[in-house]
């Protein structure tokens, strides 16, 4: 590829990207990063997952299980993203002066003891960066399993061995406290979802992003229709719908930046931190729980109810106005939350992958910018727009 200068990735640092969010393979010495072809392989995800990590030179030419075409060559072609470290590689590290120009990786323990087993000094590598704020060096931080006990043991925050709700509730946090482990993410074993109430209660905290659109696309269509029905014109019944669906853009970065991350405005007592964390503190606790990713209904029902009543307070001449509004905003609901699911756990067009980019970085970056999840437009208008930044190097 002219132009483009490849990096060596020491093996170990290849096999740590096993994951749906992060997903590498290996043919030969070369490093093919597929994780935006994933969801588009015909044989699924899983077949691809099955060989994360590793080489998959001998599958490929399997002709009895799988084989593959030329397309198949050339989609791996342009995800190659650097080549193995192998034997004479590091040893051209040991013999340079720059070793980190010959294998430029953030340092870490797997990759060090691989580099200091062939002789490289490990302390004229870049120290691993970290955002200070985090604790997060990148996205793929979110993902990678979080030692439960180890965990519990370092920091004695909330042991995610047990239900987390009367942890919070009961427990002595200074705010100071709870807002700096609250917002450095963790990542429930196998991917399951931790833990809140641990009673009859828990089947509530948790919900499958597809019930939303189930649940509330029926009644949003049913507002539409009737509003579209006795409205004077259907410029004017459309001028309403999308004034709702405008609307809801600003709601959703007023309930993001001013609700949801109230933070340090909050009382520094366990009811207000119990609160916080029941509403919008655990997302970013545990930012890939798939079940804590959308609104709980009953939830949305509590937050949806002022704003029916404001609309029909500000369109208080004409009651299909105000519904035909509201189902605008709710629409526009819908799309956020699946939206954000989609974020967290989908591989997406061009546009939606930089938006996805934009509200990972909110997360394993900087949580007091980038409020906006469906758009950017307020993040700019209200000058909290997140410019993606280095890392801080770790204290040493």
């Known amino acids: 590829m002219p132009g483009r200068t490849l990096p060596t990735i020491p093996l170990s640092e290849v096999e740590t990207h096993n994951t749906k969010s992060s997903c590498y393979v290996t043919i030969g010495e070369r490093v093919f990063d597929v994780t935006d072809f994933l969801e588009d392989h015909p044989g699924g995800p899983e077949f691809i997952l099955e060989y994360a990590g590793k080489d998959i030179k001998e599958i490929l030419q399997d002709q009895t299980s799988h084989a593959h075409s030329e397309a198949a060559y050339e989609i791996l072609e342009d995800s190659l993203v650097g080549f193995v470290a192998t034997a004479p590689v590091l040893k051209t590290a040991v013999d340079s002066t720059h070793p980190d120009q010959v294998v430029p990786l953030p340092a870490t323990a797997n990759g060090n003891a691989e580099l200091q087993d062939h002789g490289v000094q490990t302390k004229d590598l870049p120290a691993r960066p970290l955002y200070e704020s985090t604790g997060m060096s990148s996205a793929e931080d979110l993902s ?29 946090f200074s705010k100071e406290f709870y807002l700096e482990q609250v917002h450095r993410p963790r990542h429930y074993k196998g991917g399951a979802s931790a833990p809140l109430f641990g009673n009859f209660m828990e089947p509530l905290s948790k919900t499958a992003w597809y019930v939303i659109p189930i649940i509330w696309l029926p009644p949003v269509t049913y507002g539409s229709v009737i509003g579209f029905m006795h409205l004077s014109s259907t410029t004017e019944a459309a001028g309403y719908w999308l004034l709702g669906l405008f609307l809801w853009t600003l709601v959703e970065y007023i309930l993001h930046r001013f609700l949801f991350h109230i933070d340090k405005l909050m009382p520094d007592h366990p009811v207000a931190l119990t609160l916080h964390f029941l509403l919008h503190g655990i997302h970013h606790y545990l930012p890939m729980d798939r079940y804590r990713l959308v609104m709980p209904p009953s939830l949305f029902l509590i937050l949806a109810t002022p704003f029916y009543k404001l609309a029909h307070a500000v369109f208080w001449y004409d009651w299909y106005a105000a519904v035909t509004v509201f189902s605008g905003g709710i629409f526009g609901y819908i799309c956020y939350d699946c939206t954000h699911y ?37 993040d700019y208008v209200w000058g909290t727009q997140l410019e993606y930044t280095k890392p801080v190097k770790a204290s040493q």
Do not use: C, I
């Open 342 to 378: 989609w974020l967290h756990h989908r591989q997406l067009p061009a546009y939606v992958r930089d938006l996805k980019k934009y509200h990972l970085a909110h997360h394993y970056q900087n949580f007091e910018l980038g409020f906006g999840v469906t758009s950017k437009f307020w």
């Open 144 to 172: 990678k399993e979080t030692d439960l006990d180890s965990d519990w043991k370092t920091h004695k925050f909330l042991d995610l061995n047990r239900p987390l709700f009367p942890q919070m509730l009961f427990s002595n």
